[in-house]
């Protein structure tokens, strides 16, 4: 049995893994941490790691980027593989993660989904063929109680194709304000905002009369959860270093 402490186990992708882990009987859920310490669950939920007692062998987190540093040094302390499942984290919560890794596991990705993984491996090869004669844009759709804005996920895809491109495009996130042709080594990303869209995310390769679009659509938060708990039971038992969804989609 994995059991799992579940950092920002009150907010709403909390519960979700919550009432997922359920279904899986090698995963429980024994500690939560979070800022509301309201004991929703069968276990008990703390506002401060130190004062955590259970036996944890792997954390999950879905909390928020101000929560990362308090997470990665309890981690540390206890030697305990983390799994970051929370966005919008800055390039230098990124190098932490790294800087983690040299000590324990850590598992990291923008979006927790195998479908948008797989996504990103078909763009990838799409944009390898494509991007010379056809413009690549990038929309993503999420619920209206998102923060940030474009979605790790969209960065993800669009750092996935500029990899493909020797980095040479630029990322263009608003046009409105700058009244010119648009330019051939750009990629344009677009944000939505609105009702409980658990997340969409299309890539538009526009040529000369034709186009080209991939698209990913999560009916529910529920892959997301589902893939988390599979990314804790990959990651235990690993050796320290930086993990991501590739690394699992091929040791499945």
């Known amino acids: ?20 882990a359920e279904r899986y009987d ?52 206890r030697k305990i593989p983390v799994v970051i499942a929370t966005t919008g984290l800055p390039r230098e919560q990124k190098l932490s993660l790294e800087a983690a890794s040299m000590q324990i596991p850590v598992f990291f990705s923008a979006n927790m989904s195998l479908g948008i993984n797989l996504l990103v491996d078909l763009v990838k090869q799409a944009a390898a063929v494509l991007s010379d004669t056809f413009d690549i844009e990038i929309i993503e759709k999420h619920h209206n109680r998102k923060i940030d804005a474009p979605s790790g996920t969209a960065l993800l895809i669009a750092d996935a194709i500029n990899e ?10 608003d046009r409105h304000a700058s009244r010119k042709r648009r330019s051939k080594n750009e990629i344009g990303i677009h944000a939505v905002r609105g009702g409980t869209i658990a997340g969409e995310h299309t890539v538009i390769f526009a040529g000369n009369d034709e186009i080209i679009e991939i698209n990913h659509s999560a009916r529910s938060r529920d892959i997301f959860a589902e893939g988390a708990l599979k990314a804790a039971a990959f990651i235990y038992g690993k050796s320290p270093g930086l993990y991501n969804m590739n690394d699992m989609i091929k040791g499945i």
């Open 1 to 20: 049995m994995i059991k799992v402490a579940l950092s920002g186990c009150n907010g709403s992708m909390g519960q979700v893994v919550v009432r997922t």
């Open 26 to 77: 090698n995963i429980k859920i024994v500690a939560g941490y979070d800022i509301d310490t309201t004991q929703r669950n069968n276990f008990r939920v703390y506002n401060d790691l130190d004062q955590c007692k259970e036996d944890i062998d792997v954390i999950i987190d879905f909390s928020h980027p101000s929560a990362l540093e308090r997470l990665l040094a309890f981690a540390l302390k």
């Open 164 to 173: 493909v491109l020797s980095n040479k495009f630029q990322y263009v996130y």
